[in-house]
């Protein structure tokens, strides 16, 4: 009897641990978020400048240090009381740069420091999931969580990607060379997941072509450009420059 009873409770705590295991989000799979620390305050963040074609449409900060305020073009700047950043009306939040009046410089230098260290961190994971997958051509593929590394460049055509996963599971990308994601293709997230916890991690120059759409957050070591009617859901995070061609992002 007594047996049988045992045999009845260690059932029921297994079921119990199944279930607990099994709910949503609850394993983080694939490698630990990358830390972005204040960069993450900015939909946009470039040490070189940032320029749009107008109309482009930023939600979110946008932030250029160590250069001036002279290097973001194109948004029709309004200086807010006080100097501290100024406001554009392609831009739903406000834009500071080196230049402005206190405490914006060190605010930003922080934030400079802290994104050149989550591209570091990044790019410097080890044992990935999967190496050079398809050699860099990726469209077309559903990609789940994990840690990828490419030692030349990355291309996503048109067919676009599918990204797979919980909302607790992270995807790091490390790209030796260039991304570009051709006219027209589409990250696509299914199954609850987040584009925080997406690290397009790029040592060459990102270049998302005329109606292209990105889901993530972009660590540039170089130059990011969106052209034409492109759209991003994410942050884009520039060592160099960031061009915008009557282009969309949502940080």
Request: with cysteine.
């Amino acid at each position: 009897m007594l047996s049988a009873l045992n045999k009845i409770v260690c059932l029921s705590l297994w079921a119990s641990f199944l279930s607990v295991g099994a709910a949503p989000g609850a394993i983080n799979l694939g490698p630990a978020p990358i830390v972005l620390g204040t960069a993450a305050n900015y939909a946009i963040l470039s040490k070189s400048g940032v320029s749009t074609v107008p109309p482009s449409s930023i939600t979110g900060n946008v932030g250029v240090s160590p250069i001036a305020a002279n290097a973001l073009t194109g948004f029709s700047l309004t200086l807010a009381p006080g100097g501290a950043f100024s406001r554009s009306s392609q831009v739903t939040g406000e834009l500071f740069a080196a230049s402005y009046a206190a405490p914006t410089p060190s605010t930003l230098t922080t934030a400079i420091s802290n994104m050149q260290t989550a591209f570091t961190n990044a790019n410097g994971l080890v044992n990935p999931g999967f190496t050079n997958l398809a050699s860099g051509a990726i469209g077309g593929r559903v990609l789940t969580p994990a840690l990828y590394k490419w030692t030349s460049a990355v291309s996503i055509n048109s067919a676009g990607v599918i990204i797979t996963g919980t909302s607790a599971d992270v995807f790091v990308f490390q790209i030796a060379g260039t991304l570009n994601f051709a006219a027209g293709a589409r990250v696509t997230l299914v199954g609850g997941a987040l584009a925080s916890n997406i690290f397009w991690v790029v040592t060459g120059a990102v270049t998302a072509d005329a109606g292209a759409h990105i889901e993530g957050v972009i660590l540039a070591k170089t130059a990011v450009t969106l052209e034409t009617g492109a759209t991003m859901n994410g942050r884009i995070l520039a060592q160099t420059f960031v061009a915008l061609q009557q282009a969309t992002v949502v940080g």
